[in-house]
């Protein structure tokens, strides 16, 4: 069994609980109703609101499948390309928080444009001086350095995030990647590294024990995107926040 059929079988177990739980829900008002005007009901009418044992036993092998199979473990090559996706979006998420931050201390610093613009007498260059003279108000070069490689970080993982979720919509090639792995008895999720490449557009995905690389390359040529291409995304969504329609 797949882990969807377990866990669909898992859901099919549930079902029918709930089936008798909704039974049993609905014959209780309606016992009660009858309690209360003096209505005798059968022996045995609730029979249908019990849980059997073979709907329990239906119940916890199902749930004992599911715990015990290893979802970690992608059974495609669409469901790799996802994990890796989701992967590099978590570190996405990091690396745009750890840019904010950075940004928030350059504009602090730069801020002084304003002042130094209106700064034509002598109070107000002393003035000037001063803040140049406070951490808060001046740059050195690791705060710079710390805002480069936030930006940096940031189109890494942009670009790596991007490149799985095109891969996992690639039919042609999740199919090579899959039949690829059948071909050589490989699990796809048993992979031990995966790599992407953006300006040979080729990914290499390194499996099991083996010490070399398989690379797929040239697939994603379609989904590039330039510099202009994503200022002008970055200016559409700051207007109307979403990203403008394909």
């Known amino acids: 069994m797949t882990g969807q059929e377990k866990i669909d079988a898992l859901i099919a177990s549930i079902s029918d609980i709930q089936d008798r739980i909704t039974e049993s829900a609905v014959m209780t008002v309606g016992a009660v109703g009858y309690a209360a ?16 044992s073979s709907e329990l036993n239906a119940y916890l092998d199902a749930k004992e499948l599911v715990l015990n199979h290893d979802y970690a473990i992608a059974e495609t090559a669409e469901q790799m390309f ?87 919509n690639n039919d042609d090639l999740t199919a090579t990647v899959d039949s690829y792995a059948a071909a050589n008895n490989f699990m796809v999720g048993s992979y031990t590294a995966i790599t992407y490449t953006q300006n040979i557009d080729e990914f290499v995905i390194t ?26 995304a970055g200016e559409y969504i700051n207007e109307y926040g979403a990203m403008p329609t394909q």
């Open 82 to 168: 996802m994990q890796e996706h989701a992967a590099n979006m978590n570190s996405l998420d990091t690396a745009v928080d750890n840019l904010a931050a950075a940004t928030a201390i350059v504009m602090t610093a730069v801020e002084v444009t304003s002042i130094a613009a209106e700064a034509d007498t002598k109070p107000e260059q002393v003035e000037l001086q001063g803040m140049l003279e406070t951490d808060a108000y001046s740059l050195d070069t690791a705060e710079v350095n710390e805002y480069n490689e936030a930006v940096a970080a940031v189109e890494t993982f942009a670009q790596q995030a991007g490149a799985y979720m095109a891969a996992a």
């Open 207 to 232: 499996w099991g024990d083996s010490s070399f690389g398989t690379g797929f390359q040239g697939y994603l040529t379609p989904d590039m995107k330039n510099a202009s291409e994503i200022y002008a």
């Open 37 to 52: 005007i003096g209505g005798v009901i059968n022996d045995d009418t609730f029979d249908d609101g019990l849980i059997t």
